[in-house]
């Protein structure tokens, strides 16, 4: 029911890369800002660029990511790749991953061999993870359909009978953050019976404490004036994304320049750059969109999410989640509780949005400390 996958980009393709690149024009700096208050700041993006064009090597990445089992299978028409890495414990626990927007798969590839060994806990009893991360429908190396809405909600239908059908577990645990988050929210509420758990990093924009009320906790009167500030400042890619995805294309297929800085403004803005997030991290993600040409169907997730998704509700499934310190829009702890079945939570100091791509090794820690309060 699914094939075997190996990345394979041509030379010919690589070459016109190169050659796109060192003959990119860049718009005239005199007028630039001396800082990223209008955008990217072009001294810290020649330095990406530069190390793009001087040092960066596909090939040897290519190689890496070929290291992990990739697989692709077709689920009612549309082509979903995964890496499938099994644990070394006979029962090891099916966990998926979910990635967001503007990082693809290669977000959880660092947390893979921490999670798949096997670790002795405390109690003497042994546990590991099959370890499943699909690239998101219209992302990457998966395809994608104008049939019908791929949103955060259908594409958990396709998360579905992808671990209950294809792989045939027949319960697991939901892991994700950003895009990510919506569809293990989704796959908690539409298949409660199936997951024993999920895990978040973030819970998505709270629309209800977007509107100020006078009977809002300290916490929730913070959350209200970060959003507001923040959708005022920082958001107008959502508005792009969400209305005109298909004007804001033809710009950054084309342009591997355009691409990067798309992409490189929000890992600047969104990440933690004391953590272990690199250049190498965040061009391998501009990598996976350019060989696939996918910036223009990733977009579009945000307007299929702003006109097609029905309300997630209360969450009944038992819920961990941690927040990365340099995350944006930190949630409020007050307002988990009273929607989600939250039995874990924690502040990870070191590490912003991209989380697992940040910080492996505290995420991996925080993430069996959630498993163990499951008893499974």
Request: aromatic residues 16%; glycine residues 6%; negative net charge.
């Amino acid at each position: 029911m699914y094939r075997d996958f190996t990345i394979s980009v041509c030379d010919k393709e690589l070459s016109e890369l190169t050659t796109k690149l060192a003959s990119a024009k860049f718009p005239w700096e005199n007028h630039f800002g001396k800082n990223w208050d209008l955008g990217i700041h072009s001294p810290d993006f020649g330095g990406l660029i530069n190390y793009w064009l001087n040092e960066y090597d596909w090939k040897k990445h290519e190689s890496q990511l070929n290291q992990f089992h990739q697989y692709m299978t077709t689920i009612d028409g549309i082509d979903i790749h995964f890496i499938l890495e099994k644990g070394e414990t006979p029962n090891s626990i099916p966990v998926i991953f979910s990635h967001g927007w503007p990082d693809s798969f290669v977000r959880y590839t660092k947390i893979i061999r921490s999670l798949t060994q096997k670790r002795i806990l405390a109690n003497g009893s042994e546990i590991s993870f099959d370890v499943i991360i699909p690239s998101v429908i219209g992302f990457g190396f998966s395809g994608y359909s104008n049939v019908f809405s791929i949103n955060n909600e259908s594409i958990a239908d396709f998360w579905f009978k992808l671990m209950a059908r294809v792989l045939g577990y027949k319960r697991f645990i939901a892991a994700g953050g950003d895009v990510g988050s919506g569809i293990t929210r989704y796959l908690a509420k539409n298949y409660p019976e199936y997951l024993s758990g999920i895990y978040l990093n973030d819970v998505g924009l709270i629309r209800d404490l977007m509107v100020y009320r006078d009977n809002f906790t300290d916490e929730e009167k913070l959350y209200y004036e970060t959003v507001s500030k923040w959708i005022k400042e920082e958001a107008g890619y959502m508005s792009i994304q969400s209305t005109k995805p298909q004007t804001l294309a033809f710009a950054l297929s084309d342009s591997p320049i355009g691409l990067a800085a798309w992409i490189f403004e929000k890992f600047y803005s969104w990440g933690d750059w004391q953590s272990c997030l690199s250049y190498e991290d965040i061009i391998t993600n501009i990598m996976i969109y350019r060989v696939t040409n996918t910036i223009y169907t990733s977009c579009r997730i945000y307007h299929e999410n702003s006109n097609h998704l029905t309300p997630v509700g209360d969450i009944k499934v038992p819920t961990g989640v941690s927040l990365f310190s340099k995350d944006i829009n930190l949630p409020p702890k007050s307002w988990i509780e009273k929607h989600f079945n939250l039995i874990h939570f924690s502040r990870i100091e070191s590490g912003g949005h991209f989380t697992a791509m940040e910080n492996p090794s505290a995420y991996c820690e925080d993430f069996v400390k959630f498993i163990q309060l499951l008893k499974l």
